[in-house]
Every structure is written in structure tokens, then in C-alpha cells.
């Protein structure tokens, strides 16, 4: 995992548990330093979706109102795409896009 697609407060998978980025380091120091070669990202489901705050409209489309945004996303084939044409695997990708558009952290 490149430490360019990471912010402090992500979300990922450490050691198969589920982690959050509070500083980072090159060397493997747990519990105060993610080591960015041993954190891998987390696939975004319909789950994340849901513990996001995403409310689902159909099989594969969810809506999250959020500050002056409307955030729709369209499941296709395990991919998830933001209308805006954006594509979005990952559950940090997810986070880093809503962080950037209302300057807020996306909270489970």
C-alpha cells in the first residue's frame, strides 16, 4: 500500500484486523506507527456503505446526503462508482473523496 493514498484517520487492514492510520512509520512499531508495508486496503462493500451512513435505494445504487453534497454511488460488478465518473475500490478512497469534498471525516 503507497503511504500517497493515505491520510491520518483511515481506515485499513492490519494483521486482518481493521486499523485506523493515526501517524505513520516506514518500520513496524505497533500500536503508535502503521507500517505502510504491512497495512493493506479494505475492498469497499455494500457493509461499509452501510456503517457510512450510505442509505440504499436499489440493488446497487446508495445515497448519502451530506453538508452541501448528495453522494450517489452505483455498485457494478464489485466496483463502486461515484456519478461524478470517480471510481472507488477502497474503503480510504472512499474517506479521502468525502474529506476533500466537505472538509469533514466520513464517520462510521
Known amino acids: 500500500m503507497e503511504a500517497t493514498g ?3 484517520g483511515n481506515k485499513v487492514d492490519l ?5 485506523t492510520v493515526q501517524r505513520f512509520d516506514f ?9 505502510i508495508n504491512k497495512g493493506k486496503p479494505i475492498l469497499l ?5 452501510l456503517k457510512f451512513g450510505f442509505e440504499k435505494k436499489s440493488d446497487n445504487v446508495f445515497i448519502l446526503n451530506a453538508a452541501s453534497f448528495t453522494f450517489e454511488w452505483i455498485c457494478n460488478d464489485g466496483m463502486y462508482l461515484e456519478s461524478m465518473g470517480v471510481e472507488i475500490n477502497y474503503v480510504h478512497q472512499l474517506q479521502n473523496l468525502f474529506f476533500l469534498l466537505t472538509g469533514s471525516e466520513l464517520t462510521e
Not at 28 to 35: E, H, I, M
Not at 45 to 49: A, F, G, M, R, V
Open 27 to 35: 518500520n513496524d512499531r505497533p500500536p503508535n506507527g502503521l507500517a
Open 6 to 8: 493515505l491520510r491520518i
Open 15 to 19: 494483521y486482518g484486523s481493521i486499523a
Open 45 to 49: 462493500t455494500e457493509s461499509w456503505l
